[in-house]
């Protein structure tokens, strides 16, 4: 009985490691790393998302462009409203209202310009495809049309 005790808690610590993989097998790496790569990659930022938009090379003006929010309404009826409303109701993603109070201009840059790499990796957008269950599409909009877009969702949430 004993001997069995001491077999079922073995199994048990090693199915506990996952993995599958003994204590004693270390690897040798540094139980501190945070896993990015040794090449000094930043770990990842979540105001800011993946890609090459920052808070300075995003140009938001005090006040709307009229004119661009005009273009980026016109991408959005074709591109993104399948999927939006301009509401705070999910439709098959979510609610365009508040979003730009939500995130940082230059996340929703890097997120609608390039969106694959930040599912994988931003841990707001994970929790959204939980509840979403579809991964938003690459709509292959260029920087000038993102930008437009942009704008068209700081007029929704009513920037004048
Ligand atoms: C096929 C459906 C679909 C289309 C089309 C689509 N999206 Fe999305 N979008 C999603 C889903 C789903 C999410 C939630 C994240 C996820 O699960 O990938 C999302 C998330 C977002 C977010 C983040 C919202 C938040 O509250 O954080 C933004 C911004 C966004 N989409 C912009 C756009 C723009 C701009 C377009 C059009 C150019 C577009 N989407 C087209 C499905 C879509």
Redesign the pocket.
Known sequence: MKKLFILLSFISLISACGGGKSPEAGTGANPYSTGEPASGTPAYDPNRGLGKWTAENVALGATLDPAMAAAGEK??AV??V???KLTEEKL???GWKG?TQ??KAEW?MN??TN?DPM?DKDP??QA??EL?L????N?N?VDTEARQ?LEYMRKNDGVQ
């Open positions: 991408i959005q591109k993104c399948s999927c939006h098959v993603g979510p979003v939500r995130r929703i997120f609608i969106p599912i707001a957008v959204q495809l979403c579809v991964r938003m599409p709509q909009l877009v």
